[in-house]
């Protein structure tokens, strides 16, 4: 059964940092890529970044340079390193296997003032 569990957000300010964890299980994690999305409230949600099973990683533009994405295939985690933080990076973030399953956790709160 597959299982999500995202953790690591809260509150910064401005041009702070965080640093998002996803345990994953249920699935053969080291052969499948990962990514994190997030929605924002009254928005869609929308893809931040992915990472293969061979590490080769990708963002959105928006976070391109800010954001780093990794994984731990040891301990089947992947993580999202989020600096220099803005306003518009409200929402909520999840983590889903790449293309994603119709499960997801339950998201993790990020809310960054200005």
């Known amino acids: 059964q597959v299982q999500l569990v995202e953790s690591g957000g809260g509150l910064v300010q401005a041009g702070g940092s965080l640093r998002l964890s996803c345990a994953a299980s249920?699935?053969?994690?080291?052969?499948?890529?990962m990514a994190w999305y997030r929605q924002a409230p009254g928005k869609q949600r929308e893809l931040v970044a992915t990472i293969t099973s061979s590490y080769i990683t990708n963002y959105a533009d928006s976070v391109l340079g800010r954001f780093t994405i990794s994984r731990n295939n040891v301990e089947n985690t992947v993580y999202l390193q989020m600096n220099s933080l803005k306003p518009e990076d409200t929402a909520v973030y999840y983590c889903?296997?790449?293309?994603?399953?119709?499960?997801w956790g339950q998201g993790t709160q990020v809310t960054v003032s200005s």
């Open positions: 249920g699935r053969i994690f080291r052969l499948n890529a």
């Open positions: 889903n296997y790449q293309p994603e399953l119709a499960v």
